[in-house]
């Protein structure tokens, strides 16, 4: 959400930037918010004076029932009853219009960062650079799920009956390697200074709009039927909103914090859950990292966090590339964005396994995330975001990149002690 202030004053900036987002049903609202936004500061005005007018009469009234003048005293007291009801009525309109604005400024998106490349979609996203040599096998590297089968790793049909589609079983060393790969990301992001969290797996409607656009909540959340309560889709949403209605100090900046949850999706708008795979799906397991910090540090934090997941699938020989988001395929509240893709050899292209994103202010600024700066001045604070790893879609590029051409699937060196000192499973 941008500051009230900057929108005042910068209409034309608000504006160009819905353009670069390719987003212009939105550009009416920058109007609307003005002009909702000038008739609730003439309504607190309003409601200012008619308080300051009720003091004023109150204490006449006190004269005048000095002087015994009860007659003029009652009548003042039947202007101040008058005023109270006009108050009342004026401080509702201020309480309506403040949520009209909230409304509009919720879905207005946050002004991209000057070097994001301009684009409608993911498309037009920007290739940065290329971690590792993609090799293609002379061997035929079988579809994920195949592969998973003769490992006996997966049953799919059983978790159809259970769940439906997007569900799965995962068995045997298959199970075994998930688990690894999210220990080893834990040890990793703690070895680089991280704090390890493990966070609530539901969180309050507020909090979710307050880390999140409306249009991402729809597609992705599960409500708890009857309670204000949403199954997370990533532990940013509580890992984020554990700062909710706080006032850091900066020396307690930056918090850096690594925290491993079970998420859980819709995946609206999926175009149909895979029934036979798990690149997909409406429940998986991620080791994410997170980002508090000042303004001017966040670009740092920002290269920080998305080298950390270069650096983390290339332990594993898997090679990468990392794609700058386009402005339109940035979420609203996201500043900037860099995609993290993997090489997959049977596909012969890259894959998403995961996301960095710096949000500003945005998420601060709902959530009243605020630092008291040296000077006793509070400011919002900046927040970013980043996958570590999320299997079982990393499963795909792991299992596919590690393939022998005996049906055997080797185990990198740095993930051999959490799978029991194994150099091969199958």
Same mark, same amino acid.
């Given at each position: ?90 401080? !509702?309109?201020?309480? =309506?219009?403040? *949520?009209?604005? +909230?409304?509009?400024?919720? $879905?207005? %998106?946050?002004?991209?960062? /000057?070097?994001?490349?301009?684009? !409608?979609?993911?498309? =037009?996203?920007? *290739?940065?650079? +290329?971690?590792?040599?993609? $090799?293609? %096998?002379?061997?035929?590297? /079988? ?284």
């Amino acid at each position: 959400m941008l500051d009230m202030n900057f929108v005042r004053n910068n209409p034309e900036i608000v504006k160009e930037n819905i353009k670069k987002k390719f987003q212009d049903q939105k550009l009416p609202l920058v109007d609307e918010v003005l002009e909702l936004d000038k008739q609730y500061r003439a309504a607190i005005q309003k409601a200012d004076g008619l308080r300051n007018q009720r003091k004023v009469i109150s204490k006449q009234i006190g004269g005048l029932m000095a002087k015994g003048l009860k007659d003029e005293a009652e009548e003042m007291k039947q202007k101040v009853n008058a005023m109270a009801d006009e108050l009342a009525a004026t401080e !509702k309109l201020e309480e =309506e219009l403040q *949520e009209e604005v +909230r409304k509009r400024m919720l $879905v207005i %998106p946050n002004i991209i960062d /000057p070097t994001v490349p301009i684009g !409608k979609d993911d498309s =037009e996203n920007v *290739e940065v650079q +290329r971690y590792g040599e993609p $090799v293609v %096998p002379e061997y035929e590297v /079988p579809y994920h799920v195949d592969i998973m089968e003769r490992l006996s790793g997966i049953d799919l049909d059983s978790a159809r009956k259970t769940s439906g589609n997007g569900f799965y079983y995962l068995m045997g060393d298959v199970a075994r390697l998930h688990s690894a790969i999210l220990s080893y990301a834990r040890d990793f992001m703690i070895d680089r200074g991280f704090t390890y969290c493990i966070p609530p797996y539901m969180i309050h409607g507020n909090v979710v709009t307050g880390v999140m656009s409306f249009a991402e909540m729809e597609n992705m959340m599960y409500k708890i039927e009857g309670e204000d309560l949403y199954l997370i889709g990533t532990s940013e949403h509580s890992m984020i909103g554990k700062f909710i209605d706080t006032i850091l100090t900066e020396n307690q900046l930056p918090q850096t914090l690594t925290s491993y949850s079970p998420c859980f999706r819709k995946e609206v708008g999926a175009h149909g859950i895979e029934e036979r795979g798990v690149y997909r799906i409406h429940q998986f397991e991620k080791q994410e990292m997170i980002v508090v910090c000042k303004p001017e540090e966040s670009p740092d934090w920002f290269n920080k966090l998305w080298q950390n997941s270069v650096d983390f699938f290339r332990t594993l020989d898997i090679p990468v590339r990392t794609l700058e988001c386009c402005s339109g395929d940035l979420a609203d509240l996201k500043v900037k964005s860099i995609d993290v893709e993997a090489w997959s050899p049977r596909q012969q292209k890259y894959f998403e396994v995961g996301s960095c994103s710096n949000l500003g202010d945005a998420q601060a600024r709902r959530l009243q995330i605020r630092v008291k700066g040296e000077d006793g001045k509070k400011y919002f604070a900046h927040t970013l975001n980043n996958t570590v790893v999320a299997p079982p879609r990393m499963l795909i590029a792991f299992l596919e990149n590690n393939l022998q051409a005996d049906g055997r699937v080797r185990i990198p060196e740095a993930l051999r002690m959490y799978m029991g000192g194994k150099e091969y499973i199958g």
